[in-house]
């Protein structure tokens, strides 16, 4: 099994994300790490708590990370995720707290002691995975790859028109982790978009019955409610279960290997992906740029096969 370290800070999408991680036969989740981002990190640490309990996993270390971007103010959206971050389902509360140690100290030890090559999945803004690099460089040649999403390149951004929300926050941190010599996938609104959630796929959900399923059905309708209004659509990706899926299965997705920078002092367009698609900076080729899935409902299928692996809960 692929050993990963999830770098989280819930939101709907990172639960999803999350649970479909701990249902896939193929992954060894080692930990997670939160970080500021959908809320506040005291709140996204506890979510992520939370969900690694729903999931019968209470055993997985949740390690608290950075409390805010590396130069930039924090940018919450309880109007995009709700008050708690992950509303939708009446969360019993967390019967642990965070794991001891630092979210940057736990992937530089975990990445440089793994016997075998460790995956980073980034599901928000990429502080601690800046940080850990910054201040130990040498996890570059240790790490299999990350896989973040994050960012927009022929969609544009969903909080400005350049600008994704993951990269927007800590478009520094963003910089840095594609500039390190790691093997990076991006999974961007590119190609999130093009793997929009069955219609109606909660009642399909809620219909399994478990708790887990039951939270899953209540998270999406949420999430979706949203979504759909901002973007006049009747379903709307998970895009951080995307990130995770694209992991599992890249059967399921076109992309290109390019190089691929980000925009930190631009007037209209902080925060914006700029992705070489045609090769014409002469910059390396530094990141797999996920543009398309080649079939959402093949890929809706294998996320709920793999989330009804998960125990049924209490
Ligand atoms: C990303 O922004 C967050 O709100 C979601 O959790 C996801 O990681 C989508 O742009
Ligand atoms: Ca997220």
Redesign the pocket.
């Known amino acids: 099994r692929h050993p990963v370290i999830i770098d989280t ?1 819930p ?1 709907q ?2 639960a999803f994300a999350i649970l479909l991680a701990l249902g896939a036969p193929q992954l060894k989740v080692l930990g997670l790490t939160t970080v500021a ?2 809320m506040g990190l005291t709140q996204t640490t506890d979510n992520a708590r939370r969900i690694v309990e729903l999931a019968g996993r209470g055993d997985l270390p949740v390690h608290a990370g950075a409390p805010r971007p590396l130069l930039r103010k924090p940018r919450p ?1 309880p109007e ?2 709700g008050d708690t971050g992950i509303d939708g389902w009446d969360w019993a509360p967390a019967r642990q707290g965070p794991a001891e140690g630092h979210a940057v100290d736990f992937l530089i030890e975990t990445v440089m002691q793994h016997p075998e090559p460790v995956t980073l999945v980034a ?2 803004p990429q502080t601690n995975i800046a940080m850990a690099l910054r201040r130990e460089p040498r996890m570059a040649d240790r790490l299999a790859r990350i896989v973040f ?1 994050g960012g927009g390149y022929f969609e544009g951004g ?1 909080m400005s028109p350049a600008a ?3 990269i927007l926050v800590d478009p520094e941190a963003a910089r840095i982790v594609l500039g390190a010599g790691v093997p990076v996938t991006a999974v961007p609104l590119d190609c999130t978009h093009a793997a929009p959630a069955p219609v109606n796929w909660s009642a399909r959900l809620a219909a399994h019955g478990s708790q887990v399923m039951l939270a899953c059905a209540g998270m999406m309708e949420f999430f979706e409610r949203y979504g759909n209004e901002k973007y006049q659509t009747q379903s709307r990706p998970l ?2 279960a995307v990130a995770v899926a694209a992991l599992l299965w890249p059967d399921l997705f076109t992309g290109r290997l390019c190089p691929v920078d980000v925009e930190c002092a631009g007037e209209l367009t902080t925060g914006m992906t700029v992705v070489d698609w045609l090769r014409q900076t002469g910059q390396p080729d530094n990141c797999l740029w996920l543009n398309g899935c080649t079939d959402p409902a093949e890929l809706y299928a294998r996320i709920e096969k793999a989330l009804l692996n998960l125990p049924i809960g209490a």
Request: aromatic content about 6%; cysteine-free; charged content about 30%.
């Open positions: 800070d939101g999408d990172d981002g959908n959206v995009i995720h599901l928000g999403m969903n994704e929300y993951n895009h951080d």
